[in-house]
């Protein structure tokens, strides 16, 4: 939850309100999130670079990515993109799920539209929380 709350303090941060940058740090220093991990309702993929978490995506209830974050050294190096792509074939594959939903915050909305995500309505608040829900439909 380290690498999920400094890349948001970096890149989510300056587009929240003090109440969102607050909930969202009650959100990831949860012990009821990390129950929640060990309950599997929460499923966590993570990149690692030479034993070092450099990127992480999770999954609620195994069809809504819930965090999806990269250490800022490794921006634009696709560490994202194949989280993404792995989490996309297991989903399927795995799962048998069809769908995948995310909360897009601001700074994520055009990396998802680039995925082939499609807004399911525009930007929304939510206890200070902004971003916009989307869905990106699997292919089996």
Same mark, same amino acid.
């Given at each position: ?6 890349? +948001?303090?970096?890149?989510?941060? $300056?587009?929240?309100?003090? !109440? /969102? &940058?607050?909930? +969202?740090?009650? @959100? ?7 129950? *929640?991990?060990?309950? /599997? ?14 990127? *992480?995506?999770?999954?609620? !209830?195994?069809?809504? &990515? ?26 399927? =594959?795995? !799962?048998? &799920? ?7 915050? $601001?700074?994520?909305?055009? @990396?998802?539209?680039?995925? /082939? +995500?499609?807004?399911?309505? /525009? ?5 200070? &929380?902004?971003? =916009? $829900? *989307? ?6």
């Amino acid at each position: 939850m380290k690498l999920a709350w400094d890349t +948001f303090v970096r890149f989510d941060a $300056p587009d929240y309100s003090q !109440e /969102g &940058i607050e909930n +969202f740090y009650k @959100f990831v220093n949860d012990d009821m999130l990390r129950k *929640m991990f060990v309950a /599997g309702h929460y499923q966590l993929f993570v990149a690692v670079d030479n034993d070092k978490y450099v990127g *992480m995506l999770s999954l609620r !209830e195994k069809k809504h &990515i819930s965090l999806l974050f990269v250490d800022e050294r490794y921006h634009k190096h696709g560490v994202a993109s194949a989280l993404l792509a792995f989490v996309c074939r297991y989903a399927v =594959t795995e !799962e048998g &799920i069809d769908r995948l939903t995310v909360n897009a915050s $601001p700074y994520a909305v055009e @990396f998802y539209h680039k995925k /082939g +995500f499609k807004d399911l309505q /525009g930007e929304t608040v939510a206890d200070g &929380i902004r971003f =916009t $829900p *989307m869905e990106l439909l699997l292919k089996n």
